[in-house]
C-alpha cells in the first residue's frame, strides 16, 4: 500500500468523537496565530529579516500575496477584511498606493526578487476593471521576476466577472482559481445575501478550464442559515458532477458581536449542532465515496492533483493560503491588513484602509504588528505542520532536526497528548505521534496541544469550530 492509499483509507468520520472535541481553536495558517502579533516597531524587524535574506540567499524565490479588499455587496456571513462599495474608481486609488508600497519592499532588493507563487485574494478582487487587473499585472512583473513556471491563483467571485477578465488573467499566467459557491439552495443565498445561481458557476468554472486553469476549488460552507442535510446533499450532488479538482468544506462560525454583517442572519434560521454535525457527515462520506482524498483540515482534492500528490510524498505544506504544495518559502504581502513572513518575522499591514494609506502617505512600509519567532516558536512551528500536513511526528526525525530531546521539551505537552491517546485520536510511542484515522477531522485539537500560547489564552472563543 502506497503512502496515499494508507491515507486513503485512514480517515473515520467519528460523529460522537467530534462533537465531544468540538470547541474554538486556531486553523494554524501561521504559527504563532496572527492574534499574539506585537503592535509597533515591526518594520525594523521585518527590514532585518529581509537584509539578512539578501545575504544569505538573494536568490531564493518568493511567494507573493495581494489583498484587494473591495466587494460590491456583502455575504451575511462573511468573517473577512473587505469594505463594500459600488465605486470602482475606488480601486484606482487602491492601486495608486499599492505601487507605492511595491515600490518600498523592491527598495530592499539589489535584483528584482524571484516569485514562484502568486495569490490575489479579497475581498473580491474580480471586483477589478479589466484595466485595472492589467494596471496590477505590470506593476508586479515590473518589481518581480516570475519565474515561466510560476504557480499563480486567483479568488473568483462567478457574480462579478467582467467579460475578458479570465482571458486577462490566463493572459498573465494565471493557472489557478478558487471559485466561491458556499450552497446552491436558492432559499439559502437569499438568507446570506449571495445569489448566484449554480450555472454562473458552472460557466466560470467551465471556461477557466477551457483557457487552461488546473486545481480548480470550489468552496463550500456548511452551517449556514436555512442550510439543511438536504440542501447539502442536493448542493454536492451539483458540484460532484463539474468534479472540480479541489473542495474546500468550511464551518460557518456565528459572531455577530464580532463581524457585522453576522447581524442580518435571523438566529432561528441557523442549524442546530447536531443537524451541522450530521451535514458535515453527508459531506466527508459523499466526497470520499466519490474519490476524493482528505487532505487534511478543511481540504479535499482529487487522487492525481497536486495536494494529494504532496500529500502522498510528504512534501505538503500549511501556509496563509491554506494547504499548499510549495516549498515553504517567504511569502511578501501586498495591501491592507496582508501578513508577510520573512525568515522567522511576521509582519501585518494595517487592517484599516486610512491608516494603510496614511503610512504609505508618509513613505513608510505600512506595517501595523507582527512578530519574530522565537526558537521555541520555531519548533512547535514544525511540530504543528508536521501533525496538520503528514498527521504524524517522527520522534527520532524531529529531535535530530531541532536537536532536543523530545520527551523531555514537550513534558507538559505530551501529558495532554497522553490523554488523547487514551481516546484514540492519537497513537503514542517512543517513535512517533500518530494522528489515528478517527482523530484526522480532529488534526487541530492534536495541534493545539502544541501551542504553547494558547495555554496562557483567557479563551479561544475568538476561533472557529467544526460544529
Ligand atoms: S464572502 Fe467574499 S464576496 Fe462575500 S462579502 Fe466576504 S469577501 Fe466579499
Not at 473587505?82 to 486609488?93: E, F, G, H, Q, V
Not at 442549524?271 to 474519490?291: F, Q, Y
Not at 492534536?446 to 496562557?456: E, I, N, P, Q, S
Request: with cysteine; net charge negative; glycine share 4%.
Amino acid at each position: 500500500m502506497t503512502h496515499l492509499q494508507t491515507h486513503l483509507a485512514a480517515v473515520e468520520f467519528d460523529s460522537n468523537l467530534i462533537a465531544r472535541y468540538d470547541g474554538s481553536g486556531p486553523r494554524y495558517t501561521s504559527y504563532p496565530t496572527a492574534d499574539r502579533f506585537v503592535e509597533g516597531a515591526i518594520s525594523e524587524q521585518y527590514c532585518a529579516a529581509l537584509r539578512k535574506r539578501q545575504a544569505k540567499d538573494p536568490d531564493s524565490a518568493l511567494s507573493l500575496y495581494v489583498h484587494l479588499p473591495f466587494c460590491d455587496t456583502v455575504c451575511y456571513y462573511c468573517a473577512c477584511n473587505k469594505i463594500a462599495t459600488k465605486d470602482r474608481s475606488r480601486a484606482d486609488l487602491y492601486l495608486d498606493y499599492l505601487e507605492r508600497e511595491i515600490s518600498l519592499v523592491r527598495q530592499e532588493f539589489l535584483t528584482a526578487p524571484k516569485v514562484t507563487q502568486l495569490h490575489l485574494g479579497g475581498g473580491t478582487p474580480t471586483f477589478l476593471t479589466n484595466t485595472q487587473l492589467d494596471r496590477l499585472m505590470q506593476m508586479l512583473k515590473q518589481a518581480f521576476a516570475f519565474m515561466p513556471d510560476a504557480e499563480c491563483s486567483i479568488e473568483i467571485d462567478p457574480r462579478r466577472l467582467n467579460e475578458g477578465a479570465l482571458e486577462l488573467l490566463a493572459h498573465y499566467g494565471f493557472n489557478r482559481m478558487s471559485i466561491g459557491v458556499q450552497d446552491l439552495d436558492p432559499h439559502v443565498q437569499k438568507a446570506v445575501n449571495r445569489i448566484q445561481p449554480a450555472a454562473l458557476t458552472q460557466d466560470a468554472l467551465e471556461r477557466g478550464r477551457a483557457l487552461g486553469f488546473r486545481s480548480i476549488n470550489l468552496d463550500l460552507i456548511y452551517g449556514l442559515p436555512k442550510q439543511s442535510v438536504g440542501t447539502m446533499q442536493a448542493t454536492l450532488q451539483t458540484v460532484l458532477q463539474w468534479r472540480p479538482e479541489r473542495i474546500a468544506l468550511y464551518s460557518y462560525a456565528h459572531l455577530p458581536e464580532r463581524f457585522m454583517p453576522q447581524r442580518r442572519i435571523d438566529t432561528d434560521d441557523l442549524p442546530n449542532a447536531s443537524i451541522k454535525l450530521a451535514m458535515l457527515k453527508l459531506a466527508v462520506t459523499t466526497l470520499l465515496a466519490a474519490g476524493y482524498v482528505y487532505i487534511g483540515m478543511d481540504h479535499f482534492s482529487l487522487p492525481e492533483d497536486d495536494l494529494a500528490l504532496a500529500l502522498e510524498e510528504g512534501t505538503l505544506q500549511r501556509n496563509f493560503q491554506g494547504y499548499s504544495t510549495q516549498a515553504d518559502c517567504d511569502l511578501i504581502a501586498l495591501g491592507v491588513s496582508a501578513i508577510s513572513r520573512i525568515g522567522d518575522t511576521y509582519a501585518q499591514n494595517h487592517r484599516v484602509l486610512l491608516d494603510y494609506y496614511k503610512a504609505l502617505d508618509e513613505n513608510s512600509l505600512p506595517l501595523a504588528k507582527g512578530l519574530t519567532m522565537t526558537q521555541d516558536d520555531l519548533i512547535r512551528r514544525a511540530a504543528i505542520q508536521d501533525l496538520l500536513c503528514q498527521s504524524r511526528i517522527d520522534i527520532p526525525e524531529f529531535e535530530e532536526r531541532w536537536k532536543i530531546d523530545f520527551a523531555d521539551y514537550f513534558a507538559p505537552d505530551l501529558i495532554q497528548i497522553h490523554k488523547l491517546a487514551h481516546d484514540e485520536l492519537v497513537d503514542l510511542t517512543d517513535q512517533s505521534i500518530y494522528i489515528t484515522p478517527r482523530g484526522r477531522f480532529l488534526a487541530r485539537v492534536v495541534a493545539m496541544r502544541f501551542d504553547r500560547h494558547l495555554r496562557h489564552a483567557t479563551s479561544t472563543a475568538k476561533f472557529s469550530r467544526v460544529l
